[in-house]
């Protein structure tokens, strides 16, 4: 799909705009990556990758949540998400496993095995990092993943195939689609409002509906089956949490899931949506930080 931008795309991200902007940022091979490394400095690190739309604000809550907790957290926005780069490049997995990887090499975070946690399409880019880069993973957290539907002919990789057709929808409807996609994802409208205007805000940035409505086109979220099976095979110890009123991955793929990831560990959030770490970030570090312990306590004993 040939870049382009969006009505309502009025702002520009440069070294002087960012100047203004919350987070750091570091240049990678790709682009410029919007990140932030915080906690406490001797805490073992969790890694957080997101999903289709979401800045690294979404997972301000868990962060919190595992600061407090003795964990250190390295957050970042995928390319055309947040305040990173809208890269003119294919958006798959291979970008975004790349973007992680390179990110963590050169903050220097490659010393010691690391904490994965990926959330709907993060999980997909999470567990092929992890097939990638098997002995850097201690534990891999897998929330609510998209790519267990089955593929249809409107799914959007099948539907959006044309880059024809994908630039006029994109150019057309992109934010109208988009923003129906926000509103099925959490249960509180409070949080949805909260949601919806973080995600706005940032699509704002020239590029930003080229960047979605590319990955639609080259990251599949449906038909993943094999790649579920074979993060499974790695023998990573992995904990998989859902929502139990999660519309958009629906609960119904959990056993699913159980049976080809084969998780050491399973739960099930309630009254919880799609969006567990945005709306339940208590809940989910309860599950979370006990995990990681374990694993952390067995290496260092």
């Known amino acids: 799909m040939k870049y ?14 960012r100047k203004a902007l919350r987070g750091s940022f570091i240049e990678l091979s790709d682009g410029v990556t919007h990140y932030e490394l915080t906690g406490p400095e001797d805490g ?4 957080m990758a997101g999903a289709l739309t979401i800045p690294l604000f979404y997972w301000d809550g868990l962060v919190g949540e595992l600061h407090a907790r003795g964990l250190r957290t390295l957050t970042c926005s995928a390319y055309g998400r947040g305040y990173s780069d809208r890269v003119q490049a294919r958006y798959d997995e291979t970008l975004f496993t790349r973007q992680l990887a390179e990110l963590t090499d050169r903050l220097g975070l490659t010393a010691r095995p690391l904490h994965l946690v990926g959330t709907s399409m993060g999980a997909l880019v999470s567990m092929t990092y992890a097939a ?16 267990l539907a089955k593929p249809h002919l409107t799914s959007p990789h099948r539907l959006l195939r044309s880059d024809l057709l994908a630039g006029l929808v994109a150019g057309r409807r992109g934010l109208q689609l988009l923003q129906g996609h926000l509103g099925h994802n959490v249960r509180d409208p409070e949080l949805g409002t909260k949601l919806t205007e973080m995600v706005l ?35 990573i110890p992995t904990l998989l949490l859902w929502g139990d009123e999660d519309h958009v991955t629906p609960l119904a793929q959990f056993d699913t899931a159980r049976a080809l990831l084969k998780p050491q560990k399973h739960h099930v959030i309630n009254k919880c949506g799609h969006m567990a770490p945005f709306e339940r970030p208590l809940d989910v570090a309860d599950q979370l930080v006990p995990f990681v312990s374990a694993r952390t306590e067995r290496l260092d004993s």
């Open 4 to 17: 382009f931008v969006a009505s309502g795309e009025d702002r520009k991200l440069t070294a002087d705009s």
């Open 132 to 147: 990638q880069y098997r002995s850097s993973v201690s534990t891999l957290t897998i929330v609510g993943p998209a790519g």
């Open 201 to 235: 805000d940032c699509l704002r940035f020239e590029g930003s509906m080229y960047a979605a409505f590319d990955t639609l086109q080259h990251l599949p979220l449906t038909g993943r089956e094999d790649l579920f099976r074979r993060t499974g095979a790695l023998g």
């Open 44 to 47: 073992e690190v969790v890694l």
